[in-house]
């Protein structure tokens, strides 16, 4: 199975938004299955064949989550971050702004889907290939 070093040296390849459907083919071929990351302290937990999962540490202090849902601006920093506009900590504060707990990747669908304080899908995105 994947180590949390493996998806670091793949995530370190990770520039901007721009990079993120070769990130997702590069830890595809890992054996990654789905991961959530969570906007608070940008922690993630990766999953894997046989109820294999491992997470990583926090990334950075925690962020407070806004209360309500903001999905016309969430989508606009989405594309923001998608055309290299924005780097990763960037994104991740406009997510807590925007109200996004955290979004989950599910590898198979191709799709990343964001979620607010209370578990709610807010936005779907399907992954470009």
Do not use: R
């Not at 999953?47 to 209360?67: F, H, P, R, V």
């Not at 989405?78 to 707990?101: L, R, V």
């Amino acid at each position: 199975m994947f180590t949390v070093e493996q998806i670091k040296a793949a995530h370190g390849k990770v520039k901007s938004g721009a990079d993120f459907p070769k990130y997702i083919q590069d830890i595809k071929k890992l054996g990654v299955t789905a991961y959530e990351t969570f906007v608070t302290d940008g922690h993630t937990d990766y999953y894997g064949a046989e109820d294999y999962k491992i997470s990583t540490a926090a990334k950075y202090d925690n962020l407070t989550i806004a209360e309500v849902s903001n999905i016309v601006q969430l989508k606009a920093d989405i594309q923001a971050h998608q055309q290299g506009k924005t780097d990763y900590p960037t994104f991740c504060n406009d997510c807590a702004k925007s109200g996004i707990e955290k979004w989950k990747v599910c590898i198979k669908k191709m799709t990343c889907t964001y979620y607010d304080k209370v578990g709610n899908e807010t936005l779907v995105e399907q992954i470009p290939q």
